[in-house]
């Protein structure tokens, strides 16, 4: 249903025939759009299901940020540039859990998780080395290898397999 600016109300036409909408019959597309939210994998608090990460996260919070945003952002960023942004804001104005916050956000949208214990932004606030931990497993639970990349994780599930050109000889041949 859309609505003009005479507030005349128009609703959109059906899909011709053989054409399907990818909506499975007798579920509306508001169904759909709200998918509910799922736990996460572990809690804020097990940070010693990994305690490797847990020792580097406390030490060093800049090296999991950058891991966990590679991956959340697919790429667009690499872990560098992104623990780089995060060590530069917490030396300049100290409230890099403003910037964490919402790629927890983010990742809670892609994944459909739930935001508990409480808002992603408390969270990162009072918990931050906790949050990012749990941001770090969530991920690696998924099938993600946490210490090779974005672009590597494509490689080794095959999506990012390079396409190479056939072999053509040089000059013209008959």
């Not at 966990?68 to 917490?90: F, K, N, P, Q």
């Not at 739930?114 to 990162?124: E, I």
């Amino acid at each position: 249903m859309y609505k003009s600016k005479d507030n005349t109300v128009y609703y959109p036409p059906p899909p011709a025939p053989g054409i399907t909408t990818g909506i499975p019959a007798g579920i509306s597309s508001f169904q759909v759009q709200s998918q509910a939210e799922g736990p996460w994998s572990t809690g804020l608090c097990n940070c010693f299901d990994d305690v490797s990460n847990c020792c580097v996260t406390c030490f060093c919070p800049c090296i999991t940020f950058g891991q966990v945003a590679e991956i959340i952002d697919r790429g667009s960023t690499s872990c560098g540039t992104s623990g780089a942004l995060y060590t530069l804001i917490m030396c300049l104005i100290g409230c890099h859990c403003i910037y964490s916050c919402f790629y927890r956000k983010k990742m809670r949208l892609q994944y459909s998780l739930a935001s508990s214990p409480c808002n992603d932004c408390l969270v990162h606030c009072f918990c931050e080395q906790c949050a990012l931990c749990q941001e770090y497993r969530e991920l690696k639970r998924r099938g993600f290898n946490m210490e090779i990349g974005w672009q590597a994780n494509l490689e080794n599930q095959g999506h990012g397999q390079a396409v190479l050109p056939p072999n053509v000889q040089a000059g013209m041949t008959r």
